[in-house]
Structures are given as C-alpha cells and as structure tokens.
C-alpha cells in the first residue's frame, strides 16, 4: 500500500475517527486514502488555524481523544502554528499533520515548501519531515507514543507528497500501539508528602489540569472526601470537583479568582498541588505572598515542572492518577489508626468565606452590565452545560461567575489564549460529544477573528449556543493600559451605516452570523436574557446549527483583578454583595 494509505491505517489503530483539516495539491494524496481507506469523518475547515483548534476542542471534550488536524504544504502549516502552541501549553495531544514539496524540492525554495517540522519544534513534544517512505508507520507509531507519554502535547508529522505516494510493505492487521510511558509515584514518596499533613492545620489541595489529563477527578474529590481537605482548582483543573460540594473552595489568583478563594489559600499553611504548574494568573508575580508561611508537596508528571517557578518543600514526578490512587490508600489506613488530623473546623471555614465573600452580579443598567449576564446564564444553562472560551474580560468574568460541575466542562485555552480560539474549539467539543451540550462564550473581537467557522458548524450541522458580549473594546487590553494612562487603539466602535440602530457598537455580528448560515438574536435589556437563552437552546436543536446570542454591554466595566499581579492584592472594581439579591445564583446564599 502507499504510505499514506499505512498513515490511515495506523490512525484507526491509534482510536482516531475524526479528523479536522483543508485539503491541498501537497496532502492531496493522503486525503485520497482518507476517502479510500475510509473510518474517519472529517470536518472541512474555513481556515486552517481552525482546524488545529477544533481538534483541540475535540481532544479536551473526552478523556482519551486525540484530535488530527490535516494540511497542505506552506501556509497551511504556518497556520497551525498557533494551534500547536495552544495545545503544548495546556498540555493537550493533537496530532498535526502536514502535506510538503517532493523531497528532492526541499530546501530549494520550492513553491509553498517551508521548513515546518524547524518551525514547529519549540511547540511540539516532536516534529519530523518524513524523507524515506518506510519510516512512515514508525513515525506515526512513535508519535502516538509521545502524545500520551509523560506529560501530554502535540506532535507535527510533515509528509513530503513523493513519499505520500511511494508504495511499501505494511500489514496493518498486527499493528499495535507502543506502550505509553508515565512515571509512578512510590509507596514511601506518598508517604513521604502525605506526613505534612501531620504537622498541618489548615492544609488546602491545588487541582490542576493533569488530574483532569488522567481522567482522575473521581479520586481527587475521594481523597479530598477522606481528608477532609478544602480544593483550591487551578483554571485548568475546573471542574475536577463540583463547584458545589462542600470541600470546593473556589478558585485562587490575580484574575480568574474568587474573593473567598483567594482568602482561604491566605490563610492556608499546607499546600498540595497536583497536576498543576503554578502559573502566574494562580500564583501572581509577587511569589512571596503566595507562598510565606505555607510548606507545599508538588506532584506533576514532568519532572523538570518541580521546581520551575518555586522549589517546594517535597515534589514527586508521577501521574495524577497513580499519585492519587496511593494518597487514598495511606489515608485510609491512617484514619483507621487516628494518625490523620481533624480538619473539620477548617474545611467549615473555607466555606464561611464562600458564603459571604462574594461579588455583585446583579445590575438592571441599560446597556447592561456583564455581570448580569453570567448571572443569566447560570439560569439558563444546567450542570450539564461545557462552557467553551479562550481569553478576555469575558473569560475572567466567566471564572469568576459562572460554575461548572465536571471535570472537561470548562474547555479553556489556559496559557496561550489566542484570539479566535473560541468558534472552531466548540465545533471540536460538540463534535467529540454531541449529547453534551455546548455553550461557547467570546467576546467581540475574539467572535470576530475567526468568524467564517461558523459556516463549517452550519455546513456539518454541529449546534450550540454561542454568548456573544460586545462592549465594542479590547476591554482586557483597555483595562491594562489603564496602569500606563492611556487608552490607545483599543476601541472598534464605528456608526455602521448599514445597521444605524446599534449606534456605535459597529459590526453587525446578527448579519453576518445569519450569512454564515447560523441563527442569532441580539440582546439589549438585561429582563430578555433569559428568554433569549432559552429561544436559542430551541432553535439551536430545531435547526442544527450555532445559535448566537448577543448581549450589549456598557462600553467600560472593570473586571475584579490584581493592578500589581499580586494574589493579596486584587482590585473590586464594581461594589460587593450585601445582600442575597446581589448575587441570586452564588453557589452558597449570601450570608450577611
């Protein structure tokens, strides 16, 4: 068979049934073996930065996938750039795969030839242009070894198209994946981080996103159940323990944080992270504050992560999964003997701070106040709801409002946030679980980078809603350049002369939304926000396709977030809750 045809084969070998892609005379032989071969649906991108999020989306959705995003040669792979250094940073496996000029071409300026796998390499775990025909099953075979090794990422497979085309010697009937790698923490290592707690008094676990990369969110809140120890989850790690149980102690950090998160980890003395990487939005820049008079166990499964950003008391490199399984086993025994402390008075403190420090969402101003929306969309949208999003004052409003119930139901590009994330990844999710239903959430400018995908959604019939806040501003930005005294090329207001009745908000997003062949409704009074989730949770379903629900804001609101990126120093911009009727969808009533 070709080569091309092996690549195929190995990919449904490897669990691949889906791929997300725009075909090219350089990959055009791959894809003829995609049609020939047949077993994996393929979605046709409207650009090819698209496809490499919607195969992050795909990834993130469901424990055990990994999305394929697909290629010509040139621009095409430069496109997906982004999409790779998005995946690497989160720690998410997708597989790029790349069509290129015939191996005697290379290096010689050839049109559309670019050194991709050099380009792609400070962004993947690996990244290799094929020259023999041969080594193709080997290469797709190690890369599938390496996404799901160790820590998880992406990998770049460059095809040049001659060897596409060469014909060679591949049973597929006795292909077998490699064995995957990941290092193990050790009974006396376990015990080893678990004896802190004998010297502890008021000890909080950190949740990150490798627990949720082991699909072990079942035994963090077990363990946490055991211990009786309150969970401070990283934005990566939401939703490894419901945001209403009562050891869940919101989130920590100089943005995406909750005042009585923040306030709970300040008075902590023990701190064991797991899975997490302390970036800088949890910990801030001023690390003093984040971590005097707190003694902190690191577990992570790249073992060049401990110590990275601050040397820990303890560390272990070990996978979340196997790390957990033996911190409940020891703490069993040691509840059984009476070893383990009582942590009741403190775990029903984190909880006193979640019942009353919290921060207003209830506003009935006209153009509204984005708090009012996230309040909306708690109503709206149940604990079945996977919240989409990439980054923005939409995004930190959403960590800091909304709540989320299950582990892969925040899908967040967490670290490299690239504008236009949004749309092509909630095609990925709804893809990867069309039963779960999808609620992507932008703001305008990052609706409007990669708009023309919701044409892709309308074409393959992927449904979900979208919640559009439009202030018309780089609102982030605007709000960062306040520290600087200025506010300069932030603002995307324009009277539209073809829509005079938006006034200055510009971009007609209804229109264009409705060209690209999806539904939309526009939102300007906070009473109809209910109603208008609700009218796109029907029409969604009826019609099979995006609904868009625009909601339009005042021009300016400051998001609650630290002037100095300092966890102890945050900044309330808005007034607080004083009465329950402040914040009517809290997780605890507000207690005054």
């Known amino acids: 068979m070709t080569a091309a045809a092996a690549a195929v084969e190995i990919l449904k070998r490897e669990g691949v049934d889906q791929a997300f892609g725009v075909p090219g005379a350089a990959i055009n032989p791959f894809y003829r073996e995609l049609k020939n071969v047949g077993g994996i649906n393929h979605?046709?991108?409207?650009?090819?930065?698209?496809?490499?999020?919607?195969?992050?989306?795909?990834?993130?959705?469901?424990?055990?996938?990994?999305?394929?995003?697909?290629?010509?040669?040139?621009?095409?792979g430069t496109d997906m750039i982004t999409g790779l250094y998005s995946a690497i940073a989160d720690s998410i496996p997708i597989l790029c795969i790349t069509g290129q000029a015939p191996v005697s071409k290379l290096h010689k300026e050839d049109f559309q030839a670019v050194d991709i796998a050099t380009i792609a390499k400070p962004v993947t775990k690996a990244a290799t242009t094929v020259l023999e025909a041969a080594q193709v099953p080997g290469v797709f075979q190690q890369a599938f070894h390496l996404m799901r090794s160790g820590r998880p990422g992406p990998v770049l497979i460059d095809l040049p198209i001659d060897v596409q085309l060469t014909e060679i010697e591949f049973d597929p009937e006795t292909y077998e994946p490699l064995p995957v790698y990941k290092p193990s923490a050790t009974r006396a290592q376990a015990e080893k981080a678990l004896s802190f707690l004998l010297e502890a008094e008021r000890p909080l676990i950190v949740a990150g996103g490798g627990i949720i990369n082991a699909d072990a969110s079942d035994l963090l809140v077990e363990f946490a159940e055991l211990t009786n120890i309150p969970v401070i989850s990283t934005l990566m790690g939401w939703g490894t323990i419901p945001d209403d149980h009562e050891l869940a102690a919101g989130m920590v950090g100089v943005q995406t944080a909750h005042r009585y998160g923040n306030a709970t980890f300040l008075e902590s003395d023990t701190v064991i992270g797991i899975g997490n990487r302390w970036a800088n939005r949890h910990t801030g820049y001023n690390l003093e504050a984040y971590t005097k008079g707190r003694k902190f166990v690191h577990v992570d499964i790249e073992?060049?992560?401990?110590?990275?950003?601050?040397?820990?008391?303890?560390?272990?490199?070990?996978?979340?999964?196997?790390?957990?399984?033996?911190?409940?086993?020891?703490?069993?025994?040691?509840?059984?003997?009476?070893?383990?402390?009582?942590?009741?008075?403190?775990?029903?403190?984190?909880?006193?701070?979640?019942?009353?420090?919290?921060?207003?969402?209830?506003?009935?101003?006209?153009?509204?106040?984005?708090?009012?929306?996230?309040?909306?969309?708690?109503?709206?949208?149940?604990?079945?709801?996977?919240?989409?999003?990439?980054?923005?004052?939409?995004?930190?409003a959403a960590a800091q409002f909304l709540h989320v119930y299950k582990p892969r139901h925040w899908v967040n590009c967490g670290q490299a946030g690239p504008l236009g994330w949004t749309i092509p990844a909630a095609i990925g999710a709804a893809t990867a679980q069309p039963e779960t239903p999808v609620v992507a959430l932008s703001g305008d400018y990052d609706f409007q980078f990669m708009i023309e995908e919701?044409?892709?959604?309308?074409?393959?019939?992927?449904?979900?809603?979208?919640?559009?806040?439009?202030?018309?501003?780089?609102?982030?930005?605007?709000?960062?350049?306040?520290?600087?005294?200025?506010?300069?090329?932030?603002?995307?207001?324009?009277?539209?002369?073809?829509?005079?009745?938006?006034?200055?908000?510009?971009?007609?997003?209804?229109?264009?939304?409705?060209?690209?062949?999806?539904?939309?409704?526009?939102?300007?009074?906070?009473?109809?926000?209910?109603?208008?989730?609700?009218?796109?949770?029907?029409?969604?379903?009826?019609?099979?396709?995006?609904?868009?629900?625009?909601?339009?804001?005042?021009?300016?609101?400051?998001?609650?977030?630290?002037?100095?990126?300092?966890?102890?120093?945050?900044?309330?911009?808005?007034?607080?809750?004083?009465?329950?009727?402040?914040?009517?969808?809290?997780?605890?009533?507000?207690k005054v």
Request: proline content about 5%; overall charge negative; hydrophobic content about 40%.
């Open 43 to 76: 979605t046709l991108a409207r650009h090819v930065e698209g496809a490499s999020h919607m195969a992050e989306g795909y990834t993130r959705a469901k424990a055990g996938n990994i999305g394929v995003c697909i290629g010509t040669s040139g621009p095409a």
């Open 454 to 590: 919701l044409a892709v959604a309308a074409q393959h019939k992927v449904p979900y809603v979208h919640v559009l806040v439009n202030n018309a501003y780089l609102g982030l930005i605007r709000q960062a350049q306040g520290g600087l005294g200025i506010n300069f090329e932030v603002n995307l207001e324009f009277e539209n002369i073809n829509t005079p009745e938006i006034g200055v908000y510009g971009v007609d997003h209804v229109k264009v939304a409705e060209g690209l062949g999806v539904k939309a409704i526009r939102v300007t009074d906070p009473e109809k926000l209910g109603e208008a989730f609700e009218e796109a949770k029907k029409l969604a379903v009826e019609h099979q396709v995006p609904v868009v629900v625009e909601a339009i804001l005042e021009r300016v609101t400051n998001i609650a977030m630290s002037k100095t990126v300092d966890m102890s120093d945050v900044t309330e911009f808005e007034e607080l809750a004083t009465e329950p009727g402040h914040a009517p969808t809290a997780i605890k009533a507000l």
């Open 303 to 396: 073992p060049t992560q401990l110590g990275k950003i601050f040397a820990p008391d303890y560390g272990i490199a070990s996978d979340a999964k196997v790390a957990l399984e033996l911190f409940i086993e020891i703490a069993k025994e040691w509840k059984a003997a009476g070893k383990l402390p009582d942590f009741t008075a403190w775990a029903a403190s984190a909880q006193e701070r979640k019942a009353t420090l919290q921060r207003r969402t209830h506003f009935e101003n006209i153009p509204m106040k984005p708090q009012r929306v996230y309040e909306e969309m708690n109503k709206a949208f149940g604990p079945e709801t996977r919240y989409v999003t990439t980054i923005g004052l939409s995004q930190i």
